[in-house]
């Protein structure tokens, strides 16, 4: 059955998928915020944010840089525009706006060539390597491990070499999209649809029904991949830095 626009999940459906396959070890509760313990790695992974429901006043802000200075706080375009003023009142600087794109598992085709693609878990030493050289230490994917299962790196290949790599991991019935990778040799080559086929064929395959991302605003060339492959643009998330 297709699914419509009217059908797809929210942002805050999308932002607790992402948040559940791109964990912290734990998080710390102050105020009406929870707190990451890593103090290092992806602006996701480390940045306050407001529990569902709660509202954060100027004293909850300055009980969080109390405890925690130079914390990075995130926030939902819309739903949490409130603590958007609040940040801002306070001389946060607003940085890299993040796309929340979702679109149904069955708009994206099934068929892929073969070996094209890799589906596992762990990493292959290969994936790790990729990660390494373009951006994605092991500190910054270590929430790759702590996501639960059903996950998987997928490998991407092209003209018998590497190509690419990402991961995906699943919650609620949304596949969500991490720490996707297109080697620059192979740009413009349609590395990155072969990696949403993949994605989407190895989703439906472990229950999903839809696929979902968050990418940064200012890659046109990323969101336009991505709304070619059916998603649409459900939300904004923001980062919110310490001037």
Same mark, same amino acid.
């Given at each position: 059955? #297709?699914?419509?626009?009217?059908? %797809? ?15 912290? $070890? ?17 602006? !996701? ?38 603590? +958007? ?9 607003? $940085?890299?706006? #993040? ?14 060539? $073969? ?13 790790? +390597? ?9 500190? !910054? ?11 998987? &790196?997928?490998? *991407? ?11 995906? &991991?699943?919650?609620?019935?949304? &596949?969500?999209?991490?720490?996707? %990778?297109? %080697? ?22 472990? =229950? +999903?029904?839809?696929?979902? *991302?968050?990418?940064?605003? #200012? ?5 336009? *991949?991505?709304? !070619? ?5 459900? =939300? ?8």
């Amino acid at each position: 059955m #297709s699914e419509g626009v009217a059908d %797809l999940p929210d942002d805050a459906r999308i932002m607790a998928a992402i948040r559940a396959t791109w964990p912290p $070890s734990r998080l710390e509760r102050l105020g009406p915020f929870d707190l990451p313990a890593e103090r290092t790695g992806t602006r !996701r992974a480390i940045s306050a944010r407001l529990r569902p429901g709660a509202v954060a006043g100027m004293d909850a802000i300055e009980a969080v840089e109390a405890a925690r200075p130079g914390t990075i706080f995130g926030t939902r375009d819309g739903a949490e525009d409130a603590l +958007a003023e609040l940040l801002a009142a306070r001389d946060y600087a607003a $940085s890299g706006l #993040s796309d929340l794109m979702a679109g149904p598992l069955d708009a994206i085709p099934g068929e892929v060539p $073969s070996v094209s693609g890799v589906p596992h878990w762990p990493p292959l030493a290969i994936c790790d +390597a990729l990660w390494d050289a373009y951006g994605n230490p092991a500190d !910054r994917r270590a929430p790759a491990h702590r996501a639960p299962s059903p996950k998987a &790196a997928i490998l *991407l290949r092209l003209d018998d070499r590497a190509a690419g790599a990402l991961f995906v &991991a699943i919650h609620a019935e949304i &596949a969500v999209c991490h720490m996707v %990778l297109t %080697l620059p040799d192979m740009r413009r080559r349609g590395v990155g649809h072969l990696g949403m086929r993949h994605a989407g064929r190895w989703a439906r395959a472990h =229950g +999903a029904r839809f696929i979902a *991302l968050p990418v940064e605003a #200012s890659n046109t060339a990323a969101v336009a *991949l991505y709304t !070619r492959a059916g998603l649409v643009r459900r =939300g904004g998330y923001r980062y919110w830095m310490p001037r």
